[in-house]
């Protein structure tokens, strides 16, 4: 609003955002890899379209000169928690979601390394290694203190209309 006092209605209101089917994010994935599973390349992509978008506005005038621009920044500041104490979270959220009480094993704690260390890529692979490793050793003897609420039945109901969905879903899909 501040600008518009200032400067008046603008011309152009522009936005950005990502495309996970870009071009420069397709050639940089693996044969098995998908864009949703590799948050670092697409982020890096995306910042330097960014950049060229921003080089083609601000130093080529593409539109002309630009009289105001502001980047829409959140105004919430980041909590000050560090790095591990992230990743212990992240893994309590991850292990409630994807095993519920059962163990963690030696290929789960394997996928886990490279899961976190992508997330949290400050943090150095042997500090993720511990923290797995020991979310894992807890778990083990049984003297984790993760709060895994039971799932509740499926109403008979709710898994016919699930069913229908997926007959739904498949013949749309045959269709197509």
Same mark, same amino acid.
């Given at each position: 609003?501040?600008? @518009?006092?200032? /400067?008046?209605?603008?011309?152009?209101?522009?936005?950005?955002?990502?495309?996970?089917?870009?071009?420069?994010?397709?050639?940089?994935?693996?044969? !098995?890899?998908? +864009?949703?599973?590799? %948050? &670092? $390349?697409?982020?890096?992509? /995306?910042?330097?379209?960014?950049? #060229? $978008?921003?080089? #083609?506005?601000?130093?080529?005038?593409? /539109?002309?000169? @630009?009289?105001?621009?502001?980047?829409?920044?959140?105004? =919430?500041?980041? %909590?000050?928690?560090?790095?591990?104490?992230? @990743?212990?979270? +992240?893994?309590?959220?991850?292990?409630?979601?994807? /095993?519920?009480?059962? %163990?963690?094993?030696?290929?789960?704690?394997? $996928?886990?390394? *490279?899961?976190?260390?992508?997330?949290?890529?400050?943090? *150095?692979?042997?500090?993720?290694?511990?923290? =797995?490793?020991?979310?894992?050793?807890? =778990?083990?003897?049984?003297? &984790?203190?993760?709060?895994?609420?039971? %799932?509740?039945?499926?109403?008979?109901?709710? *898994? !016919?209309?699930?069913?229908?969905?997926? #007959?739904?879903?498949?013949?749309?899909?045959?269709?197509?």
């Amino acid at each position: 609003m501040a600008l @518009v006092q200032r /400067f008046g209605k603008p011309d152009i209101f522009l936005t950005m955002t990502c495309n996970p089917s870009w071009k420069e994010i397709l050639d940089e994935l693996g044969p !098995q890899e998908e +864009a949703q599973n590799r %948050p &670092d $390349l697409i982020a890096r992509i /995306f910042r330097a379209k960014l950049e #060229e $978008l921003k080089d #083609e506005l601000f130093k080529r005038e593409i /539109f002309g000169k @630009v009289s105001a621009y502001r980047r829409a920044k959140s105004k =919430v500041t980041n %909590p000050a928690i560090p790095m591990e104490i992230r @990743v212990e979270k +992240a893994l309590e959220a991850i292990y409630v979601c994807c /095993f519920g009480k059962d %163990p963690i094993e030696d290929i789960d704690k394997s $996928l886990l390394y *490279v899961i976190l260390g992508a997330v949290f890529p400050s943090v *150095v692979q042997s500090e993720i290694q511990r923290i =797995v490793d020991e979310k894992a050793r807890r =778990v083990a003897e049984g003297s &984790d203190e993760t709060n895994v609420v039971e %799932p509740r039945p499926i109403t008979k109901e709710a *898994v !016919q209309m699930q069913m229908k969905d997926l #007959e739904f879903l498949k013949q749309n899909k045959d269709t197509s």
